[in-house]
């Protein structure tokens, strides 16, 4: 079975930081560029980040300078750094899978494998 | 970058069909034919149901129907069944090379 399966989440300070994974099975993973995708409570789907195949990476501006994606392609695991966290980082965080095994960039958004999702809250 | 426009809710009877739609700008939707539409329960990962504005992935009924028009994007759910109730997002690609989403519209089978 294809899978995405992130870890990492909890209770962080604000201004502090976290670590989050996400184990990919069942593709070959090195094929798809992977994104992170967040959900604050009550919210919308916001897209934070995207890591190509040859490791290009993208970020959406609210993110930009505070996170970084990474991914090992040797261990099939994508992560996510946050840094100087703040209460608007407050979310479930979702991985997906780029539907097409492709280095075009605008196909980078269309995500059919999404995992269960980390919650990350940001709190005194 | 902007999140798309979508209407906050939308209802419709069993067997009917609905429309909703996604409004961007020239720098996303109404750029590019590169939007995508997701259907998601709540407490649950979302599911895509359109790709490349028209495109179904393997799996998607075909009651699941996208089209453009400038810098709006529908979707088409015909023959509503109970099961279609839930939230539904746009997504596009932007000039900026980055993604964006729509804010969500919730559909109630009536």
């Known amino acids: 079975d294809v899978q995405l399966l992130e870890s990492g989440g909890g209770l962080v300070q604000p201004g502090g930081s976290l670590r989050l994974s996400c184990a990919a099975s069942g593709f070959t993973f090195n094929n798809f560029a992977m994104n992170w995708v967040r959900q604050a409570p009550g919210k919308g789907l916001e897209w934070v980040s995207a890591?190509?195949?040859?490791?290009?990476?993208y970020y959406a501006d609210s993110v930009q300078g505070r996170f970084t994606i990474s991914r090992d392609d040797i261990r099939n695991t994508l992560f996510l750094e946050m840094n100087s966290l703040s209460a608007e980082d407050t979310a479930v965080y979702y991985c997906a899978k780029a539907l097409l095994p492709t280095a075009w960039v605008p196909n980078y958004y269309s995500m059919d494998i999404w995992g269960e999702g980390t919650t990350v809250t940001v709190s005194s | 970058q902007s999140a798309l426009t979508q209407d906050a809710s939308v209802s419709g009877s069993r067997g009917q069909s609905i429309t909703m739609s996604c409004t961007g700008t020239?720098?996303?939707?109404?750029?590019?034919?590169?939007v995508s539409w997701y259907q998601q329960y709540p407490g649950k990962a979302p599911k895509v149901l359109i790709y490349?504005?028209?495109k179904r992935p393997s799996g998607i009924s075909n009651r699941f129907s996208g089209s453009k028009s400038g810098n709006t994007a529908s979707l088409t759910i015909s023959g509503l069944q109970a099961e279609d109730e839930a939230t539904y997002y746009c997504s596009s690609y932007t000039r900026s090379g980055l993604g964006v989403f729509g804010g969500g519209t919730r559909l109630t089978v009536l």
């Open positions: 890591i190509g195949r040859s490791g290009g990476t």
């Open positions: 020239s720098s996303d939707v109404g750029g590019y034919d590169y």
């Open positions: 490349d504005v028209s």
